[in-house]
């Protein structure tokens, strides 16, 4: 089965080179999501980095936008806030354009000093000490999810394990009430996707509508927190700190979008990923296996190698060149995180998963700079934590078939992966 799904793989890979090599660059539009869906839009970025770093779409679904495609280049523009900002209300931090009337500040999406104060507040929750404590719950549940998961027939990975594991920890971050756990994986779901005819709501206005009912929800938690002394949760911790106890409506649901997409996302679509890239590279798997204090550097391997957020977006405040080329003021500049960690200049053998890899975390995965992801050290503690249980537990896993993909070219992500656990 395994070697049915490779040559099938391998024959998309090459029909995509062919396209990617035979277009103009100037017709190159690579936030198109339909080639994230077919996993075909590696090529494209391979080209870009070579012959166009700096690319200048003008005209997509997404209207024109600047790809910066290589790892140097991107960490030059996560660097520079007085050129390129994260601001809301200038469009935030997807390729995705918001409606003004739409927008919504979190602290992702806002430049300093503002940013700083917002992210502080949540901080202590990813402090060693706490940590430690989460590692106690992230083993047990782990290791009950995994007991209960059928053996010699074929269940969805995605579904089973990666939605269950991360929306329960998700639970636990916020306090949230347990049985409605599974509203934390709608709204993350709702919050990224493409309205449209094949998407989880149609209409712009759908997913508003399911926005608001998350806002409303968390409200009444919020007003239960601020009544009462200060706890270990998210929520608690926003409520009793000065930066962010009065925030507006707006800025109450960006952070809560953010926090939820954040810890739900990330983990999830890396998780699903780090047993498909296992599959592609059984040697690698049977090192793992062989030795599992390897796990300590394939983690942040599968994190590079998954980069479970294609790209961050900014916008330009000001004129600039930038690599010789005219960056305009207002002009939308996307990173294209998934590039710059195939980029062979600053990672060797970019394309190969090396789970022994002697630098590991030189990966842009989590961003750079004052908004690298504030649950870094959280994301790879639960994904060592959850590796090292699938270890204890299973022999062998097989994927089975080739994994279902998100249409999206903000989260890189798996819809569904069949697998099959060997009694």
């Known amino acids: 089965m395994h070697g049915t799904i490779h040559l099938a793989q391998t024959a998309a890979q090459e029909a995509a080179r062919e396209r990617a090599y035979s277009l103009p660059l100037a017709d190159f539009d690579p936030g198109d999501p339909e080639l994230f869906r077919s996993d075909t839009h590696w090529p494209y970025f391979d080209r870009l980095r070579r012959e166009d770093p700096v690319h200048y779409c003008k005209d997509s679904m997404f209207g024109p936008y600047w790809s910066v495609t290589r790892y140097s280049d991107i960490m030059d523009i996560e660097t520079n806030h007085a050129t ?10 997807t390729i995705r354009d918001v409606a003004p009337d739409l927008r919504r500040e979190s602290f992702i999406a806002m430049d300093p000093p503002r940013h700083s104060a917002q992210r502080k507040t949540v901080a202590p929750m990813f402090t060693p000490t706490h940590l430690d404590q989460l590692a106690i719950n992230i083993r047990k549940r782990s290791a009950e999810c995994l007991d209960n998961l059928p053996i010699n027939e074929t269940f969805d990975w995605v579904d089973r394990v990666s939605v269950e594991l991360t929306t329960q920890m998700l639970a636990v971050l916020f306090d949230f009430p347990w049985e409605d756990r599974s509203k934390l994986t709608r709204w993350s779901d709702i919050a990224t996707t493409l309205p449209g005819p094949d998407g989880l709501v149609a209409t712009e206005a759908e997913r508003q509508a399911e926005l608001m009912e998350c806002a409303q929800y968390f409200a009444k938690l919020w007003n239960e927190r601020i009544n009462q002394p200060l706890k270990s949760d998210l929520l608690s911790m926003m409520a009793h700190s000065e930066a962010t106890r009065d925030m507006d409506p707006k800025n109450f649901l960006g952070n809560l979008v953010l926090l939820i997409v954040g810890g739900n996302d990330t983990t999830r679509n890396t998780l699903s990923g780090s047993l498909y890239a296992l599959s592609q590279h059984p040697d690698q798997f049977e090192k793992l296996k062989n030795n599992p204090a390897l796990i300590d550097s394939f983690v942040p391997e599968v994190i590079r190698w998954q980069t479970p957020l294609a790209h961050m977006r900014r ?5 600039i060149e930038f690599r010789g080329k005219q960056i305009r003021k207002g002009d939308k500049v996307v990173m294209w995180y998934v590039s710059g960690n195939r980029d062979d200049e600053a990672i060797e053998r970019p394309y190969e998963f090396i789970i022994d890899r002697a630098r590991p975390r030189t990966h842009l995965s989590f961003g750079f700079g004052i908004h690298r992801c504030v649950g870094i050290r959280l994301a790879e503690l639960q994904l060592k934590i959850i ?17 279902k993909r998100v249409y999206s070219s903000f989260v890189k992500g798996y819809e569904t992966l069949p697998v099959r656990i060997a009694g």
């Open 315 to 319: 916008t330009a405040l000001a004129d």
């Open 387 to 403: 590796w090292e249980e699938i270890l204890k537990h299973f022999g062998n896993i097989e994927v089975v078939a080739e994994p």
């Open 84 to 93: 390129f900002s994260s601001a809301a209300w200038l469009g935030g931090i």
